[in-house]
Nanobody
Framework: QVQLVESGGGLVQAGGSLRLSCLAS????????MGWFRQAAGKEREFVAA????????YYADSVKGRFAISRDNAENTVYLRMNSLKPEDTAIYYC???????????????????WGQGTQVTVSS
């Protein structure tokens, strides 16, 4: 089992920045590929970014490429999502997710993830 707790969300003006954190506990964090997803009101959950178990590979949705950066600190059992140049359309609940097996790959589909956090709200005002 892996427990995930997100933090760092909040209200920010357009053009601003936030850094989300996801603290993992339970089984070995360093063996889990991780991802961030988001869900805006009335919309389906969508992929944002993913990172492999060692951090050697990352992948981003086109909508956030060049603005967001995913990283991880395996010693701290934490994965981060740095969000710059935020837009009102980035407003959503952001979820951290973990794949339950060691992999150097990155995953972009929600069904591929085994564990999910409760989410943290990000609101970008125009």
């Amino acid at each position: 089992q892996v427990q995930l707790v997100e933090s760092g969300g909040g209200l920010v003006q357009a053009g601003g920045s936030l850094r989300l954190s996801c603290l993992a506990s339970g089984r070995s964090f360093s063996s889990c590929s991780m991802g961030w997803f988001r869900q805006a009101a009335g919309k389906e959950r969508e992929f944002v970014a993913a990172i492999s178990d060692t951090g050697g590979a990352t992948y981003y949705a086109d909508s956030v490429k060049g603005r967001f950066a995913i990283s991880r600190d395996n010693a701290e059992n934490t994965v981060y999502l740095r969000m710059n140049s935020l837009k009102p359309e980035d407003t959503a609940i952001y979820y951290c997710a973990a794949v339950a097996y060691s992999s150097s790959a990155v995953y972009t589909q929600a069904y591929q993830y085994n564990y999910w956090g409760q989410g943290t709200q990000v609101t970008v005002s125009s």
